[in-house]
C-alpha cells in the first residue's frame, strides 16, 4: 500500500485532480493505491476489510462521498 499527501499538484487547463475531487483551496490530495497479487485476492481481501467491525466505528479523516477508486490492471511494468 502506498499513500502519498499531495506536494505538486497543479490546476490543468481542461482536468486536475484538484478539480476531479472538487478540492477547497486550504484542501489537499491524497493519492493511495494498493497493489493486489490477484483480483481474487483483492475481492476476498475486500470483503474481509469491509466485514471487519471496526470499519463502522472507524471516522475518516476525509471526505468519503468524493473518493475516486477503480481496480487496474498492468500493461506496462518496466
Known sequence: M???WGDDVP???HTDFR???QARED?????SWVEWP???IR???MQKIMADPRMKEMTMPFDG???IY???RPILDG
Open 2 to 4: 502506498v499513500e502519498c
Open 11 to 13: 490546476v490543468g487547463k
Open 19 to 21: 478539480r476531479a475531487v
Open 27 to 31: 484542501e489537499v490530495v491524497l493519492f
Open 38 to 40: 490477484s483480483k481474487e
Open 43 to 45: 475481492d476476498a481481501g
Open 65 to 67: 462521498q468524493r473518493l
Open 70 to 72: 477503480g481496480g487496474f
